[in-house]
C-alpha cells in the first residue's frame, strides 16, 4: 500500500489542501504542518456547545453566540474557524468530485481530534448529515460521508449509512439569515431504517454555522431512540466573541435573565 500510494504520489504529487504549494514525495500527508499550525484553532477556552473559541474573558465555558441557543446535541467540536485558507479548502472539496482526496484528508485530521477531545466517550457509530437525492446526484458524492469514512476506517467505528434521510428539498443554507435557516431546516431530516435504539453516536459534517441542521439532525436521531449524540465539524463560523473583538465594540447579551457585557 505504501509503495503503491508513493508511485501515485510521484504520478501526481500531493499538495497542501490549504496553499496548495506541492509537499515533497515522501510526505504521507496533503498538507503543510505550517499550514495546520497556523489555522487549527488553538484557544484553550472553547465553548463547551459548539466549539468555537471564548474570545471575551467570562465564567462560563460557553460563549455569546451559544448563549441564547439550545441544540440537540451534547457538544459540538471543530478545527478550524471558517474563513481564509480552511474557507477555500472546503469550497474546493465541494466543487468537484476530483477534489474528494480533500475531504479524506480533512476526515483524517477530524479522526486526530475526535480521538483526543471525545477520549471519554464510547461511540457505537458514526451518522452524516446527509444530502438530498437531487443534490447527491448532481454533485455525484456527499462530502459529509467521505469526512465520516475517513474518521470511521481510522477510528474503527461503524458508518451508518442509512441512520438519516434528507427528504425535503431546501434552499441553499448559506443564501438564508439564521431565523430563516431555522425555519427552513424543520422537518427536512427523518431517521432512515439503520437501528439507533440506545446508540452513542458520532455526527459529522463540514460546517457548523447556526448549529439548527445538526440540531434537527440529533433530534430526529433521539427521536428514532439515539442515546446520545455529539458533534463534530470541520470548521465552524466565526462566532460573536471574534465579531465584537474584531469590531472592539461592546455587545449585550440576556441568558437565563441575567444581562451580560463583552468587554
Ligand atoms: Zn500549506
Ligand atoms: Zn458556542
Not at 465541494?94 to 481530534?113: M, P, R, V
Not at 436521531?221 to 470548521?235: D, P, R
Request: proline share 3%.
Amino acid at each position: 500500500m505504501k509503495v503503491l500510494s508513493f508511485i501515485s504520489n510521484i504520478f501526481c504529487p500531493p499538495k497542501c489542501i490549504f496553499c496548495e504549494k506541492l509537499i515533497g514525495v515522501n510526505c504521507q500527508n496533503n498538507y503543510c504542518e505550517k499550514c495546520l499550525s497556523e489555522l487549527i484553532i488553538k484557544s484553550e477556552r472553547i465553548c463547551q456547545m459548539c466549539g468555537r473559541p471564548i474570545e471575551v474573558p467570562r465564567g462560563e465555558l460557553i460563549c455569546f453566540t451559544c448563549a441564547n441557543e439550545r441544540y440537540n446535541f451534547s457538544r459540538n467540536i471543530a478545527l478550524f474557524l471558517y474563513k481564509g485558507k480552511v474557507k477555500d479548502a472546503i469550497i474546493n472539496m465541494k466543487f468537484s468530485a476530483n477534489n474528494q482526496w480533500i475531504a479524506y484528508t480533512f476526515g483524517e485530521l477530524l479522526a486526530d481530534h475526535i480521538s483526543k477531545q471525545y477520549s471519554d466517550v464510547g461511540f457505537d457509530g458514526i451518522v452524516y448529515v446527509p444530502s438530498s437525492k437531487k443534490r447527491q446526484k448532481k454533485r455525484g458524492y456527499n462530502q459529509a460521508e467521505i469526512i465520516a469514512l475517513a474518521v470511521g476506517k481510522i477510528l474503527g467505528l461503524p458508518v451508518l449509512k442509512d441512520a438519516l434521510i434528507k427528504y425535503k428539498e431546501t434552499p441553499k443554507q448559506s443564501t438564508l439569515s439564521s431565523a430563516e435557516r431555522r425555519k427552513n431546516i424543520n422537518g427536512s431530516y427523518k431517521a432512515g431504517e439503520t437501528d439507533v435504539t440506545d446508540k452513542v453516536l458520532l455526527l459529522i459534517d463540514d460546517v457548523l454555522t447556526t448549529g439548527s441542521t445538526m440540531s434537527e439532525c440529533a433530534k430526529m436521531l433521539t427521536k428514532a431512540g439515539a442515546l446520545l449524540v455529539y458533534s463534530a465539524t470541520i470548521a465552524v463560523t466565526e462566532g460573536w466573541d471574534t465579531k465584537c473583538r474584531l469590531r472592539g465594540k461592546r455587545l449585550k447579551i440576556t441568558r437565563r435573565n441575567s444581562t451580560y457585557y463583552t468587554k
